[in-house]
């Protein structure tokens, strides 16, 4: 039986939950205080021993008057910061991050099924992704806009025409997914406070205990402005309705749900802006001219069985697709199979295992169903073992193979969210285009070779469909970074399927939370107005 415990600051002790732990309450936090909902909570279950840790429901709250308080008190103070000001605040959250690194690691093993090395990934992203906005905020300095240089618009050389960026005057409102818990809020935060609007996260529910303990690390650092930061545990209810023409919604998620956010009053009525982060069949190409064997063949090996297994491959930037040379290809399978079968499955808090369960019994149903829709389209399956484990939502690596790929239409449509990749051949260049774009759409894709003619042809075509290209050749196959890392300084999102949405890239990033206006008048007075906010 379990106890009851309505806190916001549980501490654990330890990767492991004792069995006689209290059911925790999660709580929300809306206009600077902790407070939970009523009625009937969602249950978040530990995906390891599939039992119940916490509840959370947000019935009864009022998310609009959080929406009030965010836009009356944490948006005129972010915008009466400075750049600089603003990311000194996310420094300090970086660092009050970093402070708990030890308990929010125990957190994300204990609750949401990863293995250490899983829980780093997500973690020290917040924290990374949180310094390096505040490094950008240092950079622009003591200022509130961003002026892009201007263009002369008539014969006089008077009259110009430049375009400032000023930070919205409304919300931003995350939705994350539930596979990042710590990273999806701590991107999205530390962009949106560094533009100067303030921020409502809403975590998915079934990992939403990790992201509490984020939430509380960053309000007991005590360092942002009231109303910059709320966070709700739980449904929206009718937050979304509820936004207005300066208002922002930025969701990561599924194809499904974003085209139903996309859809919603706000957005339709109201022009609220949205980015969709979303499905990705991210495709890993190996170059014909890699000879099986090379260090590039290595890399390529490493980089698609980490992809498929790091996270149990619940990462939006997972390898889905692999195309290879046909006349490689069954060598490749063998290469892959033996990676595949040399990863420990099993209780994530163990030292050995690489791989722990799937985040929850939705996923593991989803695993199964989507792994026979593929096999349904045409691929088959030539690598899976049995998981021994007695509970929790184990599955093992699976690898697919589809010999005639542009037939096995599921294999470029349907994301099994796990650690799962169809194996493909290719006969030339411009076919492996045709089947890479059959993704419609993804946020990644690698491609391994060294000869420049080949190289230019294959992302000159795949580049349109992509947000991001990793290129890994001879001279970096020892120090290229792994595809599915997402660097605050590199745009994120893709096109199409993967929701047409764009996220950190640096100071591209903070124009989503701002709007650009044209300036149509005399220069002096335009660098004038504008140098008022530049330091001394
Ligand atoms: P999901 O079921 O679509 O849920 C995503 C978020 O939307 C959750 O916070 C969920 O809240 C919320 N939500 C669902 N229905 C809603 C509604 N009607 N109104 C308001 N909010 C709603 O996706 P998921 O299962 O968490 O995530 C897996 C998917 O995310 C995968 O497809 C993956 O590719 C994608 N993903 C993409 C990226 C990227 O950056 N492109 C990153 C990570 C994941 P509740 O949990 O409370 O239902």
């Known amino acids: 039986m379990h106890g009851r415990r309505s806190i916001a600051g549980g501490r654990l002790h330890g990767p492991h939950r004792a069995a006689e732990d209290e059911m925790i309450t999660l709580k929300s936090y809306l206009r600077g205080e902790w407070v939970a909902g009523t009625g009937r909570a969602t249950t978040l279950v530990n995906p390891t021993t599939e039992e119940p840790i916490a509840e959370a429901s947000?019935?009864?709250?009022?998310?609009?008057?959080?929406?009030?308080?965010?836009?009356?008190?944490?948006?005129?103070?972010?915008?009466?910061a400075t750049f600089a000001q603003r990311g000194a605040w996310l420094d300090a959250i970086s660092k009050a991050l970093h402070a708990r690194r030890d308990a929010l690691l125990d957190e994300s093993i204990a609750s949401c099924g990863t293995t250490r090395s899983d829980a780093k990934f997500d973690v020290d992203g917040a924290i990374g992704?949180?310094?390096?906005?505040?490094?950008?905020?240092?950079?622009?300095?003591?200022?509130?806009?961003?002026l892009e240089p201007a263009e002369q618009l008539t014969k006089s050389a008077r009259f110009?025409?430049?375009?400032?960026?000023?930070?919205?005057?409304?919300?931003?409102?995350?939705?994350?997914?539930?596979?990042?818990?710590?990273?999806?809020?701590?991107?999205?935060?530390?962009?949106?406070?560094?533009?100067?609007?303030p921020v409502i996260s809403k975590p998915a529910t079934s990992t939403a205990l990790l992201a509490m303990r984020v939430a509380e690390a960053i309000v007991?650092?005590?360092?942002?402005?009231?109303?910059?930061?709320?966070?709700?545990?739980?449904?929206?209810?009718?937050?979304?309705?509820?936004?207005?023409?300066?208002?922002?919604?930025?969701?990561?998620?599924s194809a499904d749900t974003g085209a139903k956010l996309r859809g919603g009053k706000g957005p339709v009525e109201r022009s609220v802006r949205v980015n969709v982060e979303a499905d990705s069949l991210n495709s890993a190409v190996l170059g014909p001219d890699i000879e099986p064997g090379s260090d590039v063949y290595a890399t390529f090996l490493r980089d698609v069985v980490r992809e498929m297994t790091q996270k149990t491959g619940q990462k939006c930037t997972a390898t889905r697709r692999i195309f290879v040379p046909a006349a490689v290809i069954d060598r490749v399978q063998e290469d892959?199979?033996?990676?595949?079968?040399?990863?420990?499955?099993?209780?994530?808090?163990?030292?050995?295992?690489?791989?722990?369960?799937?985040?929850?019994?939705?996923?593991?149903?989803?695993?199964?169903?989507?792994?026979?829709?593929?096999?349904?389209?045409?691929?088959r399956v030539v690598h899976t073992r049995e998981v021994s484990e007695p509970k929790g939502y184990f599955v093992a690596p699976t690898l697919l193979r589809a010999d005639a790929p542009a037939s096995a239409t599921a294999v470029h449509a349907h994301e099994v969210f796990g650690p799962c990749a169809t194996l493909m051949p290719y006969a030339e260049i411009a076919e492996c285009v045709k089947l890479v774009a059959m993704g419609e759409g993804g946020l990644v894709a690698s491609v391994y070779g060294d000869d420049?003619?080949?190289l230019r042809e294959l992302v000159l075509g795949i580049a349109p469909w992509h947000g991001r290209v990793v290129i890994a050749s001879s001279k970096v196959a020892d120090q290229s970074i792994a595809p599915g890392m997402v660097l605050p300084s590199c745009v994120h999102g893709g096109p199409g399927r993967a929701g047409g949405g764009e996220e950190l890239g640096g100071e591209r990033g903070l124009r989503f939370y701002m709007q650009r206006t044209s300036i149509q008048a005399d220069r002096a007075l335009i660098d004038k107005m504008f140098e008022q906010a530049k330091p001394e």
Not at 58 to 80: M, S, V
Not at 161 to 178: D, K, L, Q, S
Not at 230 to 245: C, E, H, I, N
């Open 129 to 146: 992704t949180l310094a390096y906005y505040a490094g950008l905020g240092k950079k622009l300095g003591e200022t509130t806009t961003i």
């Open 452 to 454: 420049r003619a080949l």
């Open 336 to 379: 892959l199979a033996e990676q595949l079968g040399a990863i420990k499955i099993g209780d994530p808090a163990r030292d050995e295992v690489r791989m722990g369960p799937l985040a929850t019994k939705q996923q593991h149903e989803d695993f199964r169903s989507g792994v026979a829709k593929l096999v349904a389209s045409g691929a």
């Open 220 to 253: 007991d650092a005590n360092v942002l402005p009231p109303g910059a930061f709320q966070f709700v545990a739980g449904s929206t209810g009718d937050l979304l309705d509820k936004l207005g023409p300066q208002d922002v919604l930025a969701f990561t998620g």
């Open 58 to 80: 947000t019935q009864g709250l009022d998310l609009g008057a959080a929406l009030e308080f965010a836009r009356t008190k944490g948006g005129p103070a972010l915008r009466a």
């Open 160 to 197: 110009f025409g430049a375009h400032v960026w000023t930070p919205r005057e409304g919300v931003a409102v995350h939705v994350n997914a539930f596979n990042f818990p710590a990273w999806g809020l701590g991107e999205k935060l530390a962009v949106a406070l560094l533009a100067g609007v």
